[in-house]
């Protein structure tokens, strides 16, 4: 089926499109946690979490209400030690998210008595928040005129307005929130920036738009969405094979290891050992997962231990097995030992 004709143009008649993206949001809003409150705290959590990790991984086993849970307010957030803080942010990756949080806690409690401001060059100057959290911060807890560009709004506006550079170019972004800027409802920003990115999520989706049932197609520039937002070529993905080793001793405890020095630092996992040392070792579970640009396989070997390998190593210590379960750990660690378990 063909897609709908343009004819509106924006931003003329950018009144008439806000107006009717906003009415069809408000009809059929999708109810997630993060949109019952406007407390600038618990979107701020919201924001955070959302950056690089899909809305169903967030919803799923309740991580966004367990962390709120746990870390009630930015006074508490700012007070928690690392493990705590891993354990809260465990399943969710990209670990260095929570460290920020936490740097933006502090600095909050600080600078403005523990009072998220509402100035956008306030929020700016806090460490972690960048242009688009403080655009959210502004639209979604004090429902202040706001600009904001995600990767949603980056396609529906390249498809809006027949976008045919980059936009993940800096010219390009430059353009898309310039548009973002223009086409900004300002006297309903919580709405309107809502119903844009939920526009992207439900309708305008990466693949298959559904053009027939949206609810501004009359004024979409592009004859062919699917073609839309173009992108810089995309790295391509690396294989790695991670050889993990599990260790019980006589006291059935198992050998773990805390990560130092890296973004991970904190998060245990099993001790790592290199190829040519698990030659011949039995394998005891095998698992993919994907992280950045890398396609990981990771295995686990199953290690007596009086062999050479299972002497633990800097950061390597004995565990109870019964403790692990309260251990922070990046998920697919975890998913390994239960299965080896
Ligand atoms: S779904 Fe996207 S591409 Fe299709 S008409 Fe709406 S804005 Fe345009």
Not at 16 to 40: C, I, K, M, N, Q
Request: proline content about 6%; aromatic content about 8%; some cysteine.
């Amino acid at each position: 089926m063909l897609k709908p004709r343009q004819t509106r143009q924006l931003p003329a008649s950018r009144g008439v499109f806000r107006s009717r993206l906003v009415e069809w949001f408000e009809t059929g809003a999708r109810d997630y946690p993060w949109r019952r409150t406007h407390d600038p705290y618990a979107v701020l959590v919201s924001e955070i979490m959302l950056q690089q990790t899909q809305i169903s991984t967030v919803l799923r086993k309740g991580y966004y209400l367990r962390f709120l849970e746990a870390f009630p307010d930015i006074r508490a957030l700012s007070e928690a030690d690392d493990a705590a803080l891993l354990k809260a942010w465990e399943g969710l990756g990209y670990y260095r998210r929570a460290r920020m949080l936490r740097d933006t806690a502090r600095a909050v409690l600080a600078t403005s008595n523990g009072n998220l401001p509402e100035d956008l060059d306030a929020l700016l100057d806090l460490p972690g928040i960048g242009p688009y959290t403080a655009g959210a911060l502004r639209a979604f807890a004090f429902g202040k005129p706001a600009v904001l560009v995600d990767g949603n709004v980056s396609r529906v506006l390249s498809r809006l307005m027949d976008f045919h550079e980059e936009v993940d170019s800096s010219a390009g972004q430059k353009k898309i929130w310039s548009w973002a800027k223009v086409l900004a409802d300002e006297q309903n920003p919580r709405s309107y920036h809502a119903a844009l990115m939920e526009l992207g999520q439900r309708l305008c989706r990466p693949k298959h738009p559904d053009c027939h049932a949206c609810p501004v197609s009359d004024f979409c520039a592009t004859s062919a969405p699917e073609l839309l937002p173009i992108k810089k070529t995309c790295l391509t993905t690396t294989a790695l094979a991670e050889h993990a080793i599990w260790v019980c001793n006589d006291r059935a405890q198992i050998l773990m290891h805390q990560e130092q020095g890296s973004q991970r630092t904190g998060l245990w996992k099993l001790p790592i050992r290199d190829s040519s040392a698990v030659t011949g070792l039995e394998l005891l579970t095998e698992l993919k997962y994907g992280i950045t640009r890398y396609r990981v396989t990771l295995r686990v070997y199953q290690v007596p231990v009086d062999h050479p390998i299972a002497t633990p190593k800097s950061g390597d210590e004995w565990v109870e097995e019964g403790q692990i379960a309260e251990l922070a750990m990046a998920a697919p660690f975890r998913k390994a030992i239960k299965r080896v378990i």
